[in-house]
């Protein structure tokens, strides 16, 4: 295991559907309401209000992946 891992006390594990489904949710809800603020997507913002126990870096690299598949 990596040192960093190890800090964090996480390891990099395969994304569930169901993390799938959390993600696309709360982005989906945030861009609408960041359309109407006229700001960008908050990453804390949106790992805080998933619950998902995934980091920035995994969160915003997942989406981009989910995005290239629709």
Same mark, same amino acid.
């Given at each position: 295991? !990596?040192?960093?891992?190890?800090? $964090? ?11 799938? +489904?959390?993600?696309? @949710? ?6 609408? !309401?960041?359309?109407?603020?006229? $700001? ?11 619950? +998902?126990?995934?980091? @920035? ?14």
């Amino acid at each position: 295991m !990596e040192r960093s891992q190890q800090a $964090s006390g996480s390891e990099t594990r395969p994304w569930t559907e169901e993390e799938d +489904l959390k993600l696309i @949710e709360c982005i989906n809800k945030l861009k609408t !309401e960041c359309q109407t603020k006229n $700001s960008p997507l908050s990453w804390p913002e949106i790992v805080a209000q998933t619950g +998902l126990a995934r980091s @920035e870096s995994s969160c915003r690299k997942r989406w981009k992946y989910l995005e290239k598949r629709h």
